[in-house]
């Protein structure tokens, strides 16, 4: 039985790869391999005159994510994450039917609690620390445009840059993941003409 699981186990290594993997060949005709799981796939959403946000690429968002990697306490300096986030319909055509309607736009945030995310630069959004950093915190803070943005009816989209920016960490900080997580959100609303 041992044998027959370690077969398995060497087999499922060799077919979906390790990483680490070999070590690096020392000695003519040697050779080293690693390799990791590879996947590609794609979700298709039916068009429509529904409010959708999207990348610069004009792919749904599905989660704004900022990952700032690894940082090291006493080392690291500012890290800043810039995405573009737009507001438009699912079927890509102008917001008004006529052309002639205006409106304006707003985006905003939240954290968890549904505090708002002032997204002026203030430090807004505690990243709460997991793991041996339970307990622990770190300040960031969330930058896009505030305030209403005029819209016309011929527009297609509106869009802001949101920069995420997580300040250098102390040398105390204790090591571990730390997350802040909230809503992004988009208001369109239309005008009394």
Do not use: C
Not at 54 to 67: A, M
Not at 69 to 81: Q, W, Y
Request: net charge negative.
């Amino acid at each position: 039985m041992k044998k027959y699981l370690l077969g398995m186990m060497a087999l499922t290594t060799v077919a979906f790869g390790a990483n680490p993997g070999e070590v690096v060949p020392t000695a003519g005709g040697e050779s080293g391999k690693v390799g990791v799981p590879m996947e590609v796939r794609v979700t298709v959403l039916p068009k429509g005159p529904q409010l959708v946000l999207v990348d610069e690429n004009n792919t749904l968002i599905d989660k704004l994510t900022f990952d700032h990697g690894n940082m090291v306490a006493g080392l690291s300096k500012e890290s800043r994450i810039e995405k573009e986030v737009r507001l438009a319909r699912a079927d890509g055509k102008q917001f008004g039917t006529t052309g002639s309607e205006s409106y304006k736009a707003k985006f905003e945030a939240s954290d968890l609690n549904g505090n708002p995310i002032v997204g002026n630069g203030d430090k807004n959004l505690a990243l709460n620390g997991h793991g041996g950093a339970s307990g622990e915190s770190i300040d960031s803070t969330l930058n896009f445009i505030t305030g209403d943005i005029t819209v016309k009816g011929t527009d297609k989209l509106v869009m802001t840059k949101v920069t995420s920016v997580v300040g250098a960490i102390s040398e105390d900080q204790k090591a571990g993941l730390y997350v802040g997580s909230g809503t992004f959100n988009a208001t369109l609303t239309m005008n009394n003409n």
